[in-house]
């Protein structure tokens, strides 16, 4: 049986696509998302010119804009990034849940990794902690977790270029 581990950190990526899909509403804190992934990305062996950014007007338009990214097969793994902060009304779960919902169905339908950079927060100083405070930056987190799956899914036979 096959073991995968990537424990070590060894990203298999020479020539891997990314697509990028960043909400601009809650600019702020996406910006700050998308910066990290991107130098992150950069760092491990993705070309600049491999990445392809696209914005939408907020989190709920996400999975639609990643959707189409994903099903042109050019890209190797989509990342989304947005964030939801909580208001004193019921929009806040709608969306948050469309999102994510919409995000994993895309995934499953069109067989790639589709990496979730959506924060929820309670507030904007959950948000601000996240995207670079005492939290960490979460697009950090999800460019890593890209590298992974994009590593994972070649090993696993299923290398989207050339489909």
């Known amino acids: 049986m ?17 697509g990028i899909v960043a909400a601009r509403f809650n600019h702020e804190v ?20 491999a990445i392809q950014i696209i914005r939408v007007p907020g989190a709920f338009e996400l999975p639609l804009a990643a959707q189409t990214l994903a099903r042109n097969r050019e890209f190797e793994a989509v990342l989304s990034f947005g964030a939801i902060i909580r208001g004193g009304t ?8 469309e999102c994510t919902r919409g995000l994993g169905q ?10 979730f950079g959506v924060l929820t927060t309670d507030d904007q100083a959950q948000a601000v902690a996240r995207c670079g405070g ?5 697009g950090h987190e999800v460019a890593v977790a890209a590298l992974e799956m994009i590593t994972l899914m070649r090993q696993l036979g299923e290398h989207r270029q050339g489909d």
């Open 2 to 18: 096959a073991h995968f581990d990537l424990d070590t950190q060894e990203y298999d990526v020479s020539g891997a696509r990314v």
């Open 30 to 49: 996406v910006n700050k998302l998308l910066t990290a992934a991107v130098e992150t990305l950069g760092n491990n062996g993705i070309d600049e010119n």
């Open 90 to 97: 019921p929009h806040f779960e709608y969306v948050a849940g």
């Open 106 to 115: 895309v995934a499953l339908d069109e067989q790639i990794p589709m990496l």
């Open 134 to 138: 005492s939290d960490g930056n979460k």
